[in-house]
Nanobody
């Protein structure tokens, strides 16, 4: 099983980024997938999840209306479109197999998002 996140970077407040998570080694279409983040000095925070066919999606309140989760099952890839970014979105972002709170190992290395002027 391998999860490889990409797309992070340094962006100014109000900017946008699109994160990707390339999945391999398991049946991607069988899994709920989540995005989870960890800000410096803080614990893990669930951000969003999506069921296997994309028909059920959930977000933490702080990103609703700004972030959009999606998946391309043909490409075994999970996405997170992040708009109107705020400094408080600064964190390392991870994709994980499973819905909120029920993650399966292993995790990827994550991708760093820094929102700063």
């Amino acid at each position: 099983v391998q999860l490889v996140e990409s797309g992070g970077g340094l962006v100014q407040p109000g900017g946008s980024l699109r994160l990707s998570c390339a999945a391999s080694g398991f049946t991607f279409t069988s899994y709920y997938m989540s995005w989870v983040r960890q800000a410096p000095g803080k614990g893990l925070e669930w951000v969003s999840d999506i069921n296997s066919d994309g028909g059920s999606i959930h977000y933490v309140d702080s990103v609703k209306g700004r972030f959009t989760i999606s998946r391309d099952n043909a490409k075994n890839t999970l996405y997170l479109q992040m708009n109107s970014l705020k400094p408080e979105d600064t964190a390392r972002y991870y994709c994980a197999r499973g819905p909120r709170g029920y993650y399966s190992n292993p995790w990827g290395q994550g991708t760093q998002v820094t929102v700063s002027s």
